[in-house]
């Protein structure tokens, strides 16, 4: 499988390219999954689901599923702290793509998605890991950079480089 990260500010368009590059990559026949970090407690389940009583109940784990789709919830006893590769290693192994959004800190290939309208600074100057630059305003990427420059706006362009350059995102779980 191959894995991509996403990385930015709050409000430069991570989730907006995301969902965009999931059916520009499934049009040319792939199998995408995401990962998607979250900064606060957030809930999947809802009080009085049959799921949600069994978690209340103390469940360590809970899956639901049926003919078209399977989620599992655990529970943690104590706040635990999953890295990206953690939560890489509970995906199907048939999937083609990983999109990655949030872990910015992580040790991922990232495209960093920058939008200086948002004035906040570009990330790219101090991670390593960003390996190309979706941006609204590619003139004010700093020359020298080194990275490919993409249209975040034009997100069948961002899954061809993608396609393109696949061999580099391939993800070896040993390294982790």
């Not at 996403?6 to 368009?13: E, I, P, T, V």
């Amino acid at each position: 499988m191959k894995v991509i990260g996403f990385a930015g500010f709050s409000g430069s368009g991570k989730t907006t390219l995301v969902e965009m590059l999931i059916p520009a990559l499934k049009l040319r026949g792939l199998r995408v999954s995401v990962v998607k970090h979250a900064h606060h407690q957030f809930d999947i389940d809802h009080s009085g689901k049959d799921t949600y009583r069994h978690r209340e109940a103390g469940a360590f784990e809970v899956v639901v599923a049926s003919s078209r789709r399977l989620a599992l919830i655990r529970e943690f006893e104590q706040t635990a702290q999953l890295t990206v590769h953690h939560l890489l290693a509970e995906l199907y192994e048939g999937v083609d793509w990983v999109l990655v959004e949030g872990f910015k800190e992580s040790d991922l290939q990232k495209i960093e998605v920058w939008r200086p309208s948002h004035g906040k600074p570009p990330l790219y100057d101090s991670d390593d890991f960003i390996v190309a630059i979706a941006t609204d305003a590619p003139g004010q990427i700093r020359p020298g950079t080194l990275r490919p420059v993409l249209d975040v706006n034009s997100p069948d362009s961002v899954a061809q480089w993608l396609v393109d350059h696949g061999d580099r995102f391939e993800y070896d779980p040993e390294k982790h």
